[in-house]
């Protein structure tokens, strides 16, 4: 491949999230990595990382109240929001305790984590620039790496977009495990469970791994045909029905972006 | 980018055991065989790869590999014969870094008992992010209809870090890596892992979407 395609548009290196959206929905990628277009986080984003906050208060400091970390959390969220004017934001801040309760129970037994938000960077065959990742916690005391994912409902399994991330993080760690860790703000009516786990093998890392380098060929291709991102962005054309889309922001960028 | 095509001049170093003898080679400074005593190495069992092998005296070996541990590759004829491929590490052994690769049904077993050893043991904490390290210290005569083969006897004695000479990659190409002959196994739902230290399709994205 034409290894300089991403030099020539200031790409110094990708990450599993950057190629997940490369794959799914292109044109939201050039408008956001190419044209510089970036969108404020979405108010699920931001609850996301809210609640990873707090629960992180609370696993590096075992003796904290729960309560103390719902309310950094809380406060996290407001702040991150503040100048948000989704109409979700007041349902999202009250579920915020939950998730973060139901999150320490289950991840407070794994111990103390030695590393958080810790920069993490493979190399894929025949793609010039590095991957990077930042993983939420790793316990080195159990070899195991865990994500925390904020959700309404359990997946039935590690999706393959949260696949091609924790493929990432597996790979920079040797055989650490590398679990996914669902929480819903409350249990279920049938089912009691707040948090459920999912742990990635061995062959689902190689297979993610696998695949984020042909996403990430093709990515090159693509930067490859043109060094003016405008005229890229004419090669795409976008789904504004998609969830990607779903911010009224997003589809008033895109409406400028790609003319329609 | 080079072209695979035409001789590379060059042979992967190797280690493998003759099943019949009882004996380990590795390849000499000549480009043959030589024989080494019952080695203890590192061995990538995190990375083996399963598949259909051809190996043909005075000839290059060939193979198709699985396309996971779990889906079996299509035989590509009733000659090839189910097989492994594995890195393996010694300095003082094998001189390195070597590949390890048989289509020997007992070395096979043997090295089937290893790696379900090393499922067993891979998850214990103090083993996370290591290598076994295998001794080989004997052997079991099998008697089969081609008389007397042996099975050598494989052990993980203890686990070490895993040194540059040994990179955390799969042992073959991506061109190797054949098709299944059954479709793909539908996903199935995945299981609740419990925490360490107990010892012991979206309809609406918005609602499955973890940030």
Redesign the interface.
Known sequence: MNTRAFERHGIDHLSASSLNLWAAEPALWIMERLLGRRLPASIIAARGKAVEFGVHLGLSNPRLPVEDCIDRAEREFARETALSGDPRREDERKKIAGWVRGALAELRQYGVPDAYQHRVEIRLDDVPVPIVGFIDWRFSEHGLIVDLKTTERFPSQISDAHGRQGAVYASAHGNFGMRFAYAKPAPGKTDKRQVTVYEMSGDDVRRHLAALRVIALSLGRFLAVSNDPQELAGLIVPDFDSFWWSEPAARAAGREVFGF | ?PLHIGGSGTIKPYVKYNAKSDKWFVRGADGGDQEIPRPTFLLDL??IRTGWFLFREGQAPDRVIDP???RIAQQPDPAYKRGFVVMAFSQKFFGGAVEFSSASIHLSNAIRDLYAAFEEQ????E????VPVVACTGSDAMKDKFGTNYRPRLEIVKWAD?PAELP?A?PVD?SEIGRTGAPAPS????????????KA??SD???????
């Open positions: 980018m995190k990375n996971t541990l779990d891979s998850g214990k904490a083993n996370r992010g290591k895993r955390d799969s991506e996903p199935q739902a995945a299981a609740h892992v419990p925490p360490p230290a107990a399709a979206a994205p918005a609602l499955e979407t973890e940030f």
